[in-house]
């Protein structure tokens, strides 16, 4: 894990003590917010203590393949303030194509889908992290060596990417004016955590909301969010939080009639389903356009 992650703990610590005693005013006030609620903040904690224990060893082997495929990088880029924009930009898109994959295709989405078991919204919400998302997350950054980043760099720039993304997962801030053009804000990540229908695999960036617009996953914020899943989960336990995807996926692989069935079951997206019991968020949209 790199040290940036450590150091900013105290602050995540702090931010959400503070955020909690926001929270606490706003809902006497009368405010329809998703506070902390003890249950849930403590899943998200040990989610995100098992994502970090794993991560140690996970990182340790993407930093070797990073400098296994930097030996063969394409250019010899210099250490200056353009380059680090340049990563900025290239390690973003990379991001945007990780978390795209990681709602589009159910093998993925397995790995991913506890970030978003919550039905509340706050600090503790960024800390649910997947105990398997960092094996699955290997190959989508794999370029950025090759295009000549030093691993250390892509190291960094990933730590600055997370760091920024804590502060995205709170009701506490509405609108950031010009800046939601450009950047991802927690306007625009809501949207991501909502299970309304309009809200489904919408705004995958990290730093930059860019990609959405420029690839056709972009929504604003309209409709109050929903948070959590079509099908919200019925319990805190992390290691149910953590498998429960991987467990589904085993159970209809089993019950398959044919290889493509098993395929789709595991590599379509999520919802797929032969017989049409279960729909696809494209599915579900056609058909509420049909109406």
Known sequence: MSRLILYAIPAFIALMILEGLWSVRAE????????????????????????????????????????????YRLVDLPIAWWTWALLLVTEDFCYYWFHRAHHEVRFFWAAHVNHHSSTHYNLSTALRQSWTTPLTALP?????????????????????????????????????????HVLNTPSHHRVHHGRNLEYLDRNHGGILIVWDRLFGTFEPERARVDYGLTKNLETYHPVRIAFHEWVDIGRDVLRA??????????????GWSADGSTRTSAQMRAAAEAE
């Open 257 to 270: 009639r044919s290889l493509r069935e098993a395929f789709m079951r595991t590599f379509g997206p999520p």
């Open 140 to 180: 989508f950054w794999l370029p950025l060596p090759l295009l000549g980043f030093p691993p250390w760099m892509i190291l960094t720039q990933q730590a600055i990417s997370l760091l920024y993304q804590f502060w995205l997962h709170t009701e506490a801030i509405h609108t950031l004016g010009p800046l939601e």
């Open 28 to 71: 006497r006030a009368g405010r329809d917010v998703r506070g902390y609620r003890k249950k849930d903040t403590a899943a998200s904690l040990a989610m995100g203590l098992g994502n970090v224990f794993l991560s140690t060893f996970t990182k340790a082997f993407a930093v070797a393949l990073w400098t296994v495929l930097y030996e």
